[in-house]
């Protein structure tokens, strides 16, 4: 079932020196077409929908997680001292996987999606991770990442989002300002999460014939003059002035609730 022949017990074995390089390196990453995912839980989660094609185990691991037999022939066995230097976090869960990246051409999304998350400079990979899951949760049909954003196949992103980057439509842009500028030609509204010159979120509208994009800065700077520009127009949550602002992954999971219904 396994590939207990060529269990690997060298930490400089080629194989885990090339898994090493994906996991650290987006450049590496993109050039084979593959990326890196950490712990039973998230690879079977993944495995779902992308496809895996080498996953690497501890026998304890492989006891404790029956499920692991779905990898079956792609799943070489390890030492923990192996397992250990792949990990990219400080305890090991002793169960790591490449898989096929899928495609991000944000073209499908531009032309026919009806209810859409777009972050613009969204840097932090807690944030991304935490906007792609609550994406998926109250059900978008994708998401836009224009540049300056955390790649979603990231170790550190895909943890946050538990597998959410998988499940759904991803477009990576170059130019934002102009992709929001297509889904308005063909009837999107365009809404930009912003502090000033923006309309309560309770007195937004919440009829959307045509569809829906949030459109989501980074923390620190919020969205570029030009995001907003090309936006219809600019919402705020209403809060107290106990604080300046929140965080990008709660502000934009607190408008992706509110128009989970659109």
Not at 235 to 250: F, H, K, Q, Y
Request: hydrophobic share 45%; aromatic share 6%.
């Amino acid at each position: 079932m396994y590939h207990t022949v060529s269990a690997i017990t060298s930490r400089d074995n080629d194989r885990i020196k090339r898994a090493c390089a994906l996991r650290d390196s987006e450049k590496q990453r993109a050039a084979a077409g593959l990326f890196f995912a950490e712990g039973p839980k998230l690879c079977l989660e993944l495995a779902r929908d992308c496809e895996a094609v080498e996953v690497f185990a501890t026998s304890r691991a492989l006891e404790h997680t029956p499920a692991l037999s779905a990898f079956g022939g792609r799943t070489t066995l390890i030492a923990p001292h192996v397992a250990e230097k792949l990990a990219g976090t400080r305890s090991s869960q002793e169960v790591f996987a490449l898989f096929v990246t899928p495609s991000c051409d944000p073209a499908p999304l531009l032309a026919s999606a009806r209810r859409i998350l777009a972050l613009e400079s969204v840097q932090d990979p807690g944030n991304v991770g935490a906007l792609l899951r609550s994406a998926a949760a109250f059900g978008f049909d994708g998401v836009l990442l224009g540049p300056g954003c955390a790649s979603p196949f990231s170790p550190k992103v895909l943890r946050a989002c538990m597998g959410a980057a998988g499940r759904l439509p991803l477009g990576v842009c170059a130019d934002l300002p102009a992709a929001l500028g297509q889904l308005r030609a063909r009837g999107v509204t365009c809404l930009a999460a912003a502090l000033y010159n923006a309309r309560p979120l309770d007195e937004v509208g919440a009829q959307y014939p045509g569809g829906l994009c949030l459109v989501i800065g980074s923390e620190g700077q919020g969205l570029s003059d030009a995001a907003v520009a090309a936006c219809t127009l600019s919402v705020r949550i209403p809060m107290t002035d106990r604080v300046e602002s929140l965080n990008a992954g709660v502000a934009g999971s607190i408008l992706l609730w509110h128009f989970r219904g659109v």
